[in-house]
């Protein structure tokens, strides 16, 4: 009887231990399955699926233009001066500018000229000067002949102005100064000032053209700043001056090429006076894969040329390059600064300029292909002349090149 | 019996919802289970298609006809069929591979095979559905690179790495019957669909700002049909009142495989992400040639309750043409050899305890594998040891298995690889369509 129990017990258990396997088996696997480091084994025979690769595509089609309209009109700088570069050539520029007739400024009329006073302040970038930092610039304050707007006034476009100065100021290296205006001038401008016809803006604008700022020597260029540079009246009596600012400004300038330009060299100078036309051929075949990680546009600055300055004269520092992304047909009148834009600063250890390219080259593989080209000034939106010198498509160590990183997906396994 | 008829029923249902996403191990899986870091060269590691009854043993069993689990590698066995068979089965195995340089481990999770056989005239005519893994290709990669400095447009080096995860294999669906002529002659036949997928994501991440990652994902689909032919007999009492000899080959012949692939790659395109197509190929309508198979084997039970088996595989690789990658006269003719022995201690009349009720199997093989790498043979050496636990009822089991192997070299800067698996099937036996007579 007690064996019979004992194989019933025994039975039992058999049972249980048999419904319980499969869930332990099951348990027993996943647990088995957890414990995973994969490393870098088979280095030596897995080939790279990727075969990531790097290549340079020489850009052949790089030209200059010199007939894209750039305006000059209100920027934070208006510049004026006379400076022969020896290495980008001939700079002549100069300046206009119309004060406020505003009665905003806590002054709403003008005494006779015997009674009231008028000056102008200056504030400038000496930091910007290009030229002869250490010379004196002579400029004469000239009435300029005909109608302005700052908002169409091109850059490439030199005022016409008077034979007769208005007054005359020096500029060496101060940052503020003022200049004193003769009564004659004080007298056409009260009566603009003091009228109180219904478009008496109008009517200044109209009649009244302003002052044009001409270098009379070789020196140096100079950016007058627009905010700082004010008209000072006042009546007698009065305790100060008050302060009118300048309605409008603007500048034209042109340069001369040098007498020798060496042939891989291309002058670039603000304001698009000169641009570089840079168009290379992208499309899957010259950039060898469709899967790319980095595409550049590198562009070389000279090294040689532009160090041979005379001792303290200077070129103001190139805060960016400018590279923008256009049509040729939406340059016809002019660039609209801030859009498709690509802002470049110098990469100091190969003195280049590189522009990460990769977002469009993927709009051109994947998607439309824009037809664009890429036109290239140094910075150009603040007033201030600045130039350089850039390789182009003559030199073979340093013409412009996009350089390309990607990865072939040929099949390797 | 309900009781685990029921437990078998559940366990079967839980595993099938818990890797239903990674059926037979052939579909998209983004946890990239790895496995063997061989299975990255052409369509992958091939599989054997084996008994559930005799997987503890690592042969195909070719030769071996169990009456409670249904058979899979020789369709000769199925008009042998007393039961309505049906069996499945999942597998881990843990890769444990070294170089010269450095070590990796990798596990792989994964459903084997389905396998179902009805007897259309009990012990003379049977049908078998199956489908199974021909192949497996899993694996995961990382390779530490550099383009050194002036081969990569700047001054310094620019180093990467590179991530390949790799899944997919081929499979066949297969619809075969078999008929017992005699005793010592049956015959089977099976025709099958071949499919499947082989899908490689290629991860590249730059060491330097400014670089955008590059991935992108190589998918190549295959389909094909294959046929397959298969001879079994028995012979009794050779040598003795109790013994049996039986014997079982299988032909599968070469299968011609359209293939295609597709690669594509996500960008940025204007201000969207976007997954776009960038090759596209039939290869020319080229065909992959899936090489012929051919398994021999024997198996003699001197007594019912022990039997002795043994058989030898051959594969003609040499007659892969690898013409979708780049890599050249990487596969080699593969033959397997393979010898085991079952023990049933539960055919022993007058014993009957828990262990008494179990079958035990063990087997060792050594396969010369498919691949020739650096002039070295990627073979396999593999231990198998395993046990069933039958219901005293139905037959109806559970198989637990264990197998060690090493495969592989680290000669040459090769890779050899520890493999320690362990795989469970679940054969349920029933009596279908079967009329009681009453006395």
Same mark, same amino acid.
């Given at each position: 009887m007690l064996q019979n129990i004992l194989k019933k017990i025994t039975y039992g258990n058999i049972q249980h231990i048999r419904k319980s396997l499969p869930a332990v088996a099951l348990w027993v696997l996943v647990?088995?399955?957890?414990?995973?480091?994969?490393?870098?084994?088979?280095g030596s025979f897995i080939d790279e699926s990727s075969e990531v690769y790097s290549d340079t595509l020489n850009i052949e089609d790089v030209r200059t233009t010199s007939d894209i309209p750039d305006f000059s009109g209100n920027m934070e700088y208006?510049?004026?001066g006379w400076y022969n570069d020896p290495a980008l050539g001939e700079f002549e520029a100069v300046a206009m500018m119309r004060p406020s007739i505003s009665q905003s400024y806590n002054i709403d009329s003008l005494r006779e000229v015997e009674f009231s006073d008028a000056r102008l302040q200056f504030v400038i970038n000496t930091d910007k000067f290009y030229g002869d930092t250490t010379s004196t610039t002579t400029f004469e304050l000239r009435s300029v002949t005909h109608i302005w707007r700052p908002g169409s006034w091109r850059s490439d476009s030199l005022p016409s102005y008077g034979n007769t100065a208005v007054q005359e100021f020096e500029v060496t290296n101060q940052d503020t100064f003022e200049v004193n205006l003769p009564d004659s001038w004080l007298q056409e401008y009260r009566e603009y000032f003091n009228s109180d016809v219904a478009n008496r803006d109008s009517v200044y604008r109209y009649n009244y053209n302003g002052?044009?700022?001409?270098?009379?020597?070789?020196?140096?260029?100079v950016p007058f700043n627009r905010q700082g540079t004010r008209l000072m009246v006042k009546n007698e009596g009065d305790?100060?001056?008050?302060?009118?600012?300048?309605?409008?400004?603007?500048?034209g300038f042109n340069r001369r090429e040098p007498a020798q330009m060496d042939s891989t060299l291309?002058?670039?100078?603000?304001?698009?006076?000169?641009?570089?036309?840079?168009?290379?051929?992208?499309?899957?075949q010259t950039l060898g894969s469709q899967n790319l990680s980095r595409v550049e546009l590198a562009l070389f600055k000279d090294q040689e040329t532009l160090v041979n300055l005379p001792v303290d004269h200077v070129r103001p520092d190139i805060p960016e390059m400018r590279v923008y992304r256009r049509s040729p047909d939406e340059v016809t009148y002019g660039i609209g600064r801030e859009s498709r834009l690509y802002r470049v600063a110098e990469d100091s250890l190969d003195n280049s300029y590189r522009v990460n390219l990769t977002s469009y080259v993927n709009q051109i593989l994947y998607g439309q292909d824009p037809g664009v080209q890429f036109y290239v000034v140094p910075e150009s939106s603040s007033g201030i002349i600045?130039?350089?010198?850039?390789?182009?498509?003559k030199s073979v160590e340093f013409r412009p090149k996009v350089l390309i990183t990607g990865a072939k997906t040929e099949s390797v396994n | 019996m309900q009781q685990i008829k029921l437990t078998l029923v559940l366990t079967v249902t839980l595993a099938g919802f818990l890797f239903s996403g990674n059926l037979y191990g052939q579909q998209q899986d983004d946890k990239a289970r790895s496995g063997s870091i061989y299975s990255y060269l052409g369509v992958g590691i091939p599989e054997s298609k084996t008994n559930t009854g005799i997987s503890s043993i690592g042969l195909t069993g070719v030769a071996v006809n169990d009456m409670y689990s249904p058979g899979l590698s020789n369709p000769g066995v199925w008009g042998n069929t007393y039961f309505t068979k049906a069996s499945g089965d999942f597998t881990i195995q843990n890769y444990k591979a070294k170089d010269n340089t450095t070590s990796a481990k990798n596990s792989l999770l994964e459903v084997g095979t389905l396998n179902i056989v009805f007897p259309i005239s009990k012990n003379r005519l049977g049908i078998s559905l199956n489908l199974h893994p021909l192949t497996r290709s899993t694996f995961r990669t990382f390779q530490l690179t550099e383009l050194p400095p002036g081969d990569n447009n700047s001054p310094d080096s620019l180093s990467y790495g590179e991530e390949n995860k790799g899944y997919g294999g081929l499979s066949q669906f297969e619809v075969g019957f078999g008929w017992r002529l005699i005793d010592q002659l049956s015959v089977g036949y099976a025709t099958s669909v071949i499919f499947g997928e082989i899908e490689n994501q290629t991860?590249?991440?730059?060491?330097?700002?400014? /670089? +955008? *990652?590059?991935?992108?994902?190589r998918r190549t689909s295959f389909s094909g049909w294959g046929h397959r032919f298969g001879l079994y007999g028995e012979f009794k009492n050779l040598l003795s009142s109790q013994d049996r000899l039986t014997y079982g080959a299988a032909l599968s012949l070469s299968a011609k495989l359209e293939a295609e692939q597709e690669t594509t790659t996500d960008r940025v395109v204007g201000n969207s992400l976007e997954t776009v197509t960038i090759g596209e190929t039939d290869f020319d309508g080229r065909k992959v040639t899936y090489p012929m198979e051919t398994t021999v084997g024997l198996k003699y039970n001197?007594?019912?309750?022990?039997?002795?088996?043994?058989?030898?595989?051959?594969?003609?690789?040499?007659? /892969? +043409? *690898?013409?979708?990658?780049?890599?050249?006269?990487?596969?080699?003719?593969?033959?397997?050899?393979?010898?085991?022995?079952?023990?049933?201690?539960?055919?022993?009349?007058?014993?009957?305890?828990?262990?008494?009720?179990t079958k035990y199997r063990a087997g060792i093989t050594y396969d010369t594998g498919h691949l020739e790498l650096q002039g070295k043979n990627i073979s396999t050496i593999m231990g198998s040891f395993g046990f069933s636990i039958l219901s005293p009822d139905t037959r109806s089991s559970i198989d637990i298995t264990f197998e060690y192997g090493i495969r592989g070299t680290k000669d040459e800067g090769l890779v050899r690889e520890e493999i320690f698996g362990m795989n469970v099937s679940f054969n349920l036996t029933e009596l279908m369509f079967y009329r009681p007579r009453l006395r």
């Open positions: 647990l088995a399955g957890c414990s995973e480091d994969p490393g870098v084994v088979g208006f510049s004026a002052m044009a700022i001409v270098a009379q020597n070789q020196s140096k260029i305790t100060a001056y008050k302060k009118l600012p300048m309605e409008s400004v603007a500048f291309t002058p670039l100078v603000g304001l698009f006076n000169n641009a570089m036309i840079v168009n290379p051929e992208l499309n899957q600045y130039a350089t010198l850039l390789y182009n498509s | 991860s590249v991440i730059f060491g330097t700002n400014g /670089y +955008d *990652n590059i991935a992108f994902n001197p007594r019912p309750s022990i039997g002795i088996v043994g058989d030898v595989l051959y594969q003609e690789w040499s007659e /892969y +043409d *690898n013409f979708i990658s780049t890599r050249q006269d990487i596969t080699k003719d593969r033959y397997k050899f393979g010898l085991g022995m079952r023990y049933m201690p539960y055919k022993i009349e007058n014993i009957d305890s828990f262990l008494s009720n």
